[in-house]
């Protein structure tokens, strides 16, 4: 699950798939670049947006 927090939004979002180098991960290592599935409401994110972990 992720946070997406702004001055006026918080919306969460669960991962449904990670994908990197054409391979899709269960997790995904520091210093990765990879892209992220997920399942939520539509948000306009801001440039340099953060997403924080949530562990449930």
């Known amino acids: ?3 997406y927090k702004d001055k006026n939004t918080n919306m ?3 991962i449904k798939r990670i994908i990197a180098y054409r391979h899709e991960l269960d997790v995904i290592s520091a ?3 990879c892209e ?6 539509l ?3 801001v ?3 953060i997403l ?3 562990n449930y």
């Open 1 to 3: 699950m992720l946070l």
């Open 31 to 33: 210093g990765m670049t």
């Open 52 to 54: 924080y972990e949530l």
């Open 36 to 41: 992220l599935v997920v399942e939520g409401g």
């Open 47 to 49: 440039e340099d947006s």
């Open 12 to 14: 969460i979002y669960k």
């Open 43 to 45: 948000c306009n994110f």
